[in-house]
């Protein structure tokens, strides 16, 4: 387990803007047969999660920066650490009564990302990882999956929702790519529980592009700490700036590198 003073702070928050996710979501559920729908409902979860945790890492560590998905940056007297915050990861699946979200969670230190945490209110899945400390579920250690080959392995992915176009296209030439060499593939709705999911070894690589910063840096830190490999999809470190991704286990990651380069 991971007894760090930063890691008990990022802890303390998320579980905090969970409870509050896991009241909203009950009432989600009833809010689908209504004539209004839960849309704004949620977009109100979604805030209130983000100023809880905005509130909680303020307090705990004055004067850090944040990068939040509604709130924007903020810039912190201490420049050289900066949160990445998504308070509702997984929004659509939240807003359709699906309980597969997370809160994600990462600390930028001089502009290396040094933990993580990944939390599902809906099923108590917590995802943490501090750089040279390991990766954790649920107070267990986390290894990414040992197969081989991709034929053999669980690969999971993000489809660009209706609007983005420009990415329906490239976005079919890939799955075609990868249903011709990958034994399973799913698209799970919530890129940080994709992650989390390499991370402990259940998938076994994972690809999405159009991802924001915030979606994916927690995971960026669980999947490296649990032993994998994670880069933009042209192989290089630039995933958050090129909202590109690529994760998996040291041989699957080569070969869905190798399978959407050929794309
Ligand atoms: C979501 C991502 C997911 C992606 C969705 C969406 P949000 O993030 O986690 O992987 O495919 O389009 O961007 O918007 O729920 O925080």
Redesign the pocket.
Known sequence: MIRSALMNVMTAAALKAGRGLKRDFGEVENLQVSVKGPGDFVSAADKRAEQTLFEELSRARPGYGFLM?EGGAVEGSDKSHTWHI?P?????NFLHGIPIFAISLALEREGRLVAGLVYNPASDDVFIAEKGQGAYHNNRRMRVSARKTLAESMVAC??P?LGRSGDHERFKIELAAAMAKVGNIRRL????L?LALVASGRCDGYW?RG??AW?IAAGVVLVRESGGFVTDLDGGADMLAKGAICAGNEAIHRQLLEVMRKA
């Open positions: 998905e998504d509702l990861d997984g929004t659509s993000g489809i929702p709705g919530a890129a940080a994709d999405e991802i924001k979606d």
